[in-house]
Nanobody, 126 residues
Framework: QVQLVESGGGLVQAGGSLRLSCATSGRTFSNYDMGWFRQAPGKEREFVAAITWSGGSTYFADSVKGRFTISRDNAKNTVYLQMNSLKPEDTAVYYC???????????????????WGQGTQVTVSS
């Protein structure tokens, strides 16, 4: 089992920044690719960003490219999502997720992730 705990959400004005953190415990963190997803009220959960187990590759949804960055610190068992130039449409609950790095599976599909955090609310006011 892998436990994930997100933090760093909150209320911010449009154009502002937030950094989300996801602290993990349980199994070896470096055995997992990590992703961030979000879900707004009445909408499907959607992919935001992902990072491979080594940190060597990152992936982003088109809607956040150039504004968000994802990083990880394997020594601290933590993954981060830096969100800049926030927009009201970024308002959602943000979830951290983990999937095994062994074997190929799409980074973009939430069904490929085995472990999930409880989510943290991000609200961007206009």
């Amino acid at each position: 089992q892998v436990q994930l705990v997100e933090s760093g959400g909150g209320l911010v004005q449009a154009g502002g920044s937030l950094r989300l953190s996801c602290a993990t415990s349980g199994r070896t963190f470096s055995n997992y690719d990590m992703g961030w997803f979000r879900q707004a009220p009445g909408k499907e959960r959607e992919f935001v960003a992902a990072i491979t187990w080594s940190g060597g590759s990152t992936y982003f949804a088109d809607s956040v490219k150039g504004r968000f960055t994802i990083s990880r610190d394997n020594a601290k068992n933590t993954v981060y999502l830096q969100m800049n130039s926030l927009k009201p449409e970024d308002t959602a609950v943000y979830y951290c997720a983990a999937k095994s790095r062994f074997g190929y599976s799409s980074y973009y599909a939430y069904s490929n992730y085995n472990y999930w955090g409880q989510g943290t609310q991000v609200t961007v006011s206009s």
